[in-house]
């Protein structure tokens, strides 16, 4: 006869994958593909909000009697790259995706617990990509294919995975208008940030 444990049956730890909401997740978590083709849209709004605000500030110099100094090049670079974050992260921490996510069905999800994505995590998440995007996104790709809820470094490092919204229970899901409102505030405050970049460096 086996011997038994007589302090009864320990507790064992379970991957997150494998518990009923980790089945959930991990089976409409979004992949390397969606997830790239969510990036180029997001680039492209990228591209759209940073013209605006090139536009606009372009105009505030001109009524404002300034003029494009040598340095502008290296503070529209850096503005680029800020806003760049900023975009993404707000519209991932106040309405729960980016305008690529949104578009593609996709939503950024706190993994423990379940539920949406704050500002720590989505900043975080955010910076990591910078190294997830190396060699064009092999870093990404072996990461999300080595792992049940296709998370890339940065996911890992925030917590966060990125999941299809018609799998989501209430208290992850963010409705349509959620992150509607999310993108437009983050789109409004980079756009500002943006412009504040290249204004006030020629004043």
């Known amino acids: 006869m086996a011997d038994q444990n007589p302090w009864g049956e320990l507790p064992r730890s379970e991957p997150e994958a494998a518990s009923p909401n980790g089945d959930l997740l991990a089976a ?24 605006v605000a090139g536009g606009v500030g372009g105009v505030v110099l001109a ?16 503005a680029g790259f800020l806003g760049s974050l900023l ?17 593609l069905g996709y ?9 949406r994505c704050g500002i720590g995590a989505a900043l975080i998440r955010n910076l990591g990509y910078y190294i997830d995007a190396l060699f064009f996104g092999l ?9 049940p809820l296709q998370q890339r470094l940065g996911d890992k490092w925030g917590g966060t995975a990125v999941i299809a919204a018609s ?10 208008s959620r992150v509607a409102l999310g993108v437009a ?16 460096p020629n004043l």
């Open 28 to 51: 409409s978590a979004g992949a390397f593909g969606v997830r790239a083709a969510g990036r180029i849209i997001d680039f492209l709004a990228n591209i759209l909000v940073g013209g």
């Open 185 to 200: 505030i983050a789109a409004g405050v980079t756009g500002f940030v943006q412009t504040l970049a290249i204004v006030l």
């Open 63 to 78: 009524l404002a009697g300034g003029t494009y100094a040598d340095s502008t090049a290296i503070y529209s670079t850096l």
């Open 87 to 103: 975009m993404s992260s707000l519209s991932e921490a106040l309405g729960g995706a980016t305008i690529g996510k949104w578009i």
């Open 139 to 147: 870093v990404a790709y072996y990461t999300m294919g080595n792992n």
């Open 107 to 115: 939503r950024v999800v706190s993994v423990t617990p379940l539920g």
């Open 167 to 176: 799998a989501l229970p209430p208290e992850a899901h963010s409705p349509g």
